[in-house]
């Protein structure tokens, strides 16, 4: 006799949280067929996953927190071949109406994938461009450091008693960097100019350790970059960095590029519908990546300085009467779609 329980479509929603993961199992129907929590382990995985499909065929897990908390389990279940959707918490209306809790928002994720609500695939984090952001990630915090430890010495260089500040008058740049590198290691740091002399000496020191760690970094990005995205990489105006940043936010599986449209949505370029009654427009797109969006905007602020047809197409749309800030907006918008297609033959040359 044929298991009733294969018959069942089941829908999974998974709550993420650092330790543990709180699971909800739906039928096709929207009844829910019971809640557990799970340890955030590769056994609790295992174990969540074996749970939903005691009630039947799981057709699809929507898990929350997919870029943090829940990576682990949403490589974890595409590994067992189940689709995986991204799901967001509730807004702040639902949530008022129906309350908070764990249990309640793992019941929540998985009507979102039901509803259509929830549709968006999450990223793979399986292949170089999760690399590649893990090494961003680590340039990032250098270059913060650096930038407070650069404020941090200025400050101390003005308020360095004169004798001191003196000795460093009239140096700049990487010429007082290296002057403060070498200064002597106070003794007696009881004393006002001992204690600043270490202190400068310790601030220059570590300014010059982030350097290199950030000059490590790009090295690694450039080879990373080139070797992912090499088609990309040789857009006007895309630099590693850029490209990195745009890679990260396309993620490792080019299916979830639909189209050139879905990306230009996910970078927040993209105008939103604004139109009622009579009139007719549309308002700017505040969603998306903004890191992404900012990445588009630095490519267009090059192209402004440097591209003659980019410069062409300004002169064009000014006398048309559109402000600058417009005509930026729709250059976003236009090499959204030119990256598209660079990152499209990319991804389909590196996995083939």
């Not at 941090?152 to 960097?177: H, I, K, M, Y």
């Not at 048309?320 to 090499?335: E, H, P, T, V, W």
Request: hydrophobic content about 40%; proline content about 3%.
């Amino acid at each position: 006799m044929t298991d009733q329980r294969v018959l069942v479509e089941v829908t999974g929603g998974v709550d993420t949280h650092k330790d543990t993961h709180v699971a909800a199992a739906k039928d096709a129907l929207g009844r829910v067929l019971g809640t557990q929590a799970f340890p955030a382990t590769t056994a609790g995985f295992s174990a969540l996953w074996g749970w939903l499909g005691g009630f039947g065929t799981v057709v699809a897990v929507g898990v929350e927190g997919t870029g943090s908390y829940g990576a682990g389990l949403a490589r974890y279940l595409t590994e067992q071949g189940v689709p995986v959707v991204e799901v967001n918490r509730p807004n702040r209306q639902k949530r008022r109406q129906k309350g908070k809790s764990d249990v309640q928002d793992a019941i929540n994720a998985a009507a979102a994938v039901q509803s259509g609500d929830a549709t968006a695939i999450p990223k793979a984090g399986t292949g170089i461009v999760a690399a590649l952001q893990a090494i961003r990630t680590v340039r990032a915090g250098a270059v913060k450091s650096r930038t407070l430890a650069g404020n941090q010495l200025d400050s101390l260089l003005v308020t360095a008693p004169a004798a001191l500040r003196e000795t460093l008058t009239g140096l700049t740049g990487q010429a007082r960097l290296a002057a403060c590198a070498a200064l002597p290691a106070g003794t007696d740091l009881a004393d006002p100019t001992h204690a600043n002399t270490t202190a400068l000496r310790r601030l220059a020191q570590r300014i010059q350790h982030l350097t290199e760690e950030i000059h490590q970094a790009d090295t690694d990005l450039r080879t990373l970059v080139s070797r992912a995205a090499p088609r990309t990489l040789a857009r006007f105006g895309v630099g590693p960095d850029t490209a990195a940043q745009l890679l990260g936010t396309a993620g490792d599986n080019p299916d979830r590029l639909r189209s050139e449209a879905a990306f230009a949505h996910l970078c927040g370029v993209a105008p939103i519908e604004a139109s009622s009654g009579r009139t007719d427009k549309h308002r700017l797109n505040r969603g998306g990546d903004r890191h992404a969006n900012a990445a588009l905007y630095r490519i267009v602020i090059v192209r402004l300085r440097y591209c003659e047809r980019t410069q062409a197409y300004l002169q064009k749309r000014t006398t048309q009467g559109l402000s600058k800030r417009d005509i930026i907006r729709c250059l976003k918008r236009y090499i959204a779609r030119e990256i598209y297609n660079a990152l499209h033959a990319d991804f389909t040359a590196l996995n083939t």
